[in-house]
């Protein structure tokens, strides 16, 4: 189930009459295609039963096993830092479902979900982390399936906060997840916006589309620092609503990007050119940006490639009326 795929996260710098603002994102560039021992080399790790999680050799991807009858089990590699919602990034993966089935753990017949995000490991390990109960597993932000027990089977990108809050919106139903299909999901959080934005292809086709997760002003903050894939234990549910479920599938081509903050020293007209100047990074390209609305904006000049030293962008022509700057870094 190897494919390749282009990502792009763009952090911007918007400069108006000399006002800079920052972008607070730390530079993190994750990927993992399984093509080694993701355990040791791989700087992976695995809390709970490691019998649910297997790398495939041959095949160079992951095996998985969703039970809920086990206890909180997690396939996680730190991200280097704790991701906020003041953060920019984008997670991506590929899913395969060979077997899906609920209702497997006695007295629990409903749905319950699988889950693959970001989640906070200091918390998610502690004995009290119920991701059934609804209100004590804080910290979470993940692509949440629920097959269907009567409801209609549902995708539901899910944030929690550290005070258990929920984003609004997310849940997308009835959509079912089939079998041997491959599914691409690509998440993207974005900051200024404080809204979550999945985007799911399904053999390559469009799929969903798949709601939106909005964080509402109440919405608290959250604070994630663990790439995982998450098998829940169904323990803690109201008996009246009690779900299990047992699933098996793969997943590939784990991608986690943030960008990286863009720094500027100096920004301003010399001889009729506006310049800037910002400190680039190295596996990132750095383009000025024009706009005369704040709704279009126009490449200016080429992109960049950052070298992790300063590095000047310039609009010679720029407008006779006033006009805005951002500067945006990208990686592909």
Known sequence: MKSVYSFTMVAALLSCNLHFQHATASDIYLSEPFTQDPIGTGGWNVHGDPSLFKWDEARHNLSVVWDSSRPNSYFHHPIGTTL???????????????????????????????SIGLLNLSEAITPDFLRGTGYTAPDLLEFTYFPDSGFGATVAPTIISSANDYNSGGFTYPLELSTGAVYHVEMRFIAAEQRLVTRVLQDGKPFGPINDAQLGSSFSNFAVDQL???????????????????????????????????????????????????????????????SEDLARWTPVGVAIQGSGQSLTLSDPTPPAVSACYRVAARKE
């Not at 993966?93 to 699988?114: A, C, K, N, W, Y």
């Not at 990007?257 to 100047?277: A, K, L, M, Y």
């Open 228 to 290: 995982a894939i998450m098998s829940y234990s169904d323990g803690g549910q109201d008996p009246m609503w009690a779900g299990s479920i047992h699933a098996e599938g793969i997943i590939d081509n784990l991608v986690l990007i943030t960008p990286p903050p863009v720094e500027t020293h100096r920004g301003g007209f010399s001889r009729n050119t506006w310049q800037t100047s910002v400190l680039s990074h190295s596996g990132w390209s750095y383009q000025l940006e024009r």
């Open 84 to 114: 906020t919602r003041s953060n920019d990034f984008m997670l991506g993966f590929d899913l395969r479902l060979s077997q899906v089935e609920i209702g497997t753990h006695s007295g629990m017949p409903l749905t319950f979900q699988f």
